[in-house]
C-alpha cells in the first residue's frame, strides 16, 4: 500500500522509540491500521496529524530532499524566515499575555530592528496614550532597536524614550538572534517627571502637556525584588519562544518527510 508508513518510517520521521509508536497507536493517539500483527499508518493521516502539533499547513517535499537533512534543526530554515513567519502568533500571544499579566509589566516581541511582532500585553496608560501618534509609534521601534543593539547578552533595565524603564530577553534560533522579548512600562525610581520634563516630552511628541499629565501615575512601580523577577523572566520568555521555533521547524522538516515518502512509493 504506496500510502501507508510502517512503525520504523514514522519512529526514524519523528524520532521517538519504536515502542513509543505503538503505545501511541495502541491508545488511538496516533493515525494507525493494524494489519495482521503489524501497524501500519496512512501517510496523509499522519501528515493532518503533525500539521496539527504545528499548526500551520505545509509544503510537499521529496523523499531525496529528506534523505539529506539532518535530524537537528534543519540549516537551511536555521536562519531563514523572519520571527513572525516562524512563530504561531496565537499561541505566543496568549504565552506573552499570562506572563505580562504573572510580572506586572508590559510584554511585547519585536524582530532585532524593533518592530513589533506581538500586541503588547499589558500596556501602560502612558504608552498607550503617546501610541496614538504615528511619530510616537516610529520612536517606540527606534527605542527598541537600540535595546537590540546593545552588546550587553544579559539583560538589564534601560531608559526608554518615554523616561520608563525597559529590558529585553534575546531570542536566539540556532546561531541567529531572530527577535526579543521586551519588558517596559517600569516607572524609575525619581517617577513621576518634573514639570520641565513633562513640557519637553510633550514637544518632542507632538502633543498637548494636559494628555500627558493623567496618564503619568498609570505606569507599573515594581521594587528592587520585583525587577530582579522581571530581568530573569523577561529572558525565560525569550528561550520559550525559541523553542517554540525550534520545535516547529523540526515538525516542518519530519511532515515534509511523511509527504515526500508517500509521494515516493
Known sequence: MSDMLTA???QDLLQVDRSTVYRMAEAGRLPAIKVGKQWRF????IQDWVEVQTGAPLPMASAAQYSNKSQ????SENGNGSLAELLPLECVQLIQDSH???LGVMLVITDMQGKPITEPSRPCGLFAAINKSPD???????SWQDLGQDVVIEPVFHTSHLGLLCARGLIRVGMELKGMVVAGCVAPVNWPPSEEQIKNMA???GV???LLKPRLHEVFHLDEEQRSVVLVSVQQVANIVAHIVK???VLISRLEAIAGLATAR
Open 8 to 10: 520504523k518510517d514514522v
Open 42 to 45: 496512512p501517510a496523509a493521516q
Open 72 to 75: 537537528t534543526l534543519p540549516e
Open 100 to 102: 505580562a499579566d504573572l
Open 136 to 142: 510616537a509609534v516610529q520612536r517606540c521601534i527606534s
Open 203 to 205: 514637544d518632542e511628541f
Open 208 to 210: 498637548a502637556p494636559t
Open 247 to 249: 520545535e516547529r521547524l
